[in-house]
């Protein structure tokens, strides 16, 4: 039986390339949207420290908490929004904290859809349920451009990579 625990815990402390990334070791901590991520949409210096955490204690990945492409798309006010000008200064002190321990970080990007709480407007979907309407054509192409250009900002700011949330009825899924 021990033989068996040292090969895994072997395991669990090796690296290993996921693609074109290469991870110090097999600890994930997983996407996990936590209260006070966010300042009105602008990380806090909550979530900084809680990376630092992480990182500082040994784990190899994090995938952020969700972070919403556009302010119709965000679940509540403590969410990270990307379309804030603040976010890729702040996004590129969480990423400089982690990569200084050897630590990789994925931004998971989300927009929640109908799950949406915004005080502009009522939340969309694929069709009119749950107190919402129907997306409209001109805003689908809103969306896919809020994903490619949040994207584009975890790139510039050196985010080792994107995960596109699309599970718990939120629009993509």
Same mark, same amino acid.
């Given at each position: ?57 040994? !784990? ?21 929004? @990307? ?23 994925? @931004? ?34 809103? !969306? ?6 949040? @994207? ?6 050196? !985010? ?14």
């Amino acid at each position: 039986m021990l033989g068996g625990m040292n090969r895994i815990m072997k395991t669990l402390f090796e690296t290993v390339t996921l693609g074109n990334l290469k991870l110090k070791n097999r600890f994930v901590r997983s996407g996990t949207l936590l209260i006070g991520d966010a300042d009105n949409g602008i990380i806090s210096s909550r979530l900084h420290h809680t990376h630092q955490v992480l990182a500082e204690g040994g !784990v190899g990945l994090i995938i952020t908490g969700m972070i919403s492409v556009m302010e119709q798309g965000s679940a509540n006010f403590s969410m990270v929004r @990307a379309d804030l000008p603040e976010f890729i200064f702040e996004l590129s002190k969480t990423t400089d904290i982690v990569h200084r321990y050897g630590c990789k970080i994925i @931004a998971q990007l989300c927009h929640c859809g109908l799950k949406s709480h915004s005080i502009h407007q009522i939340p969309y979907g694929p069709n009119a349920i749950h107190d919402g309407r129907g997306i409209l054509r001109e805003e689908m192409r809103l !969306v896919r451009k809020s994903f490619a250009n949040a @994207a584009r900002k975890c790139k510039a700011v050196g !985010v080792d990579g994107v995960q596109i949330h699309s599970a718990h009825g939120y629009l993509i899924s």
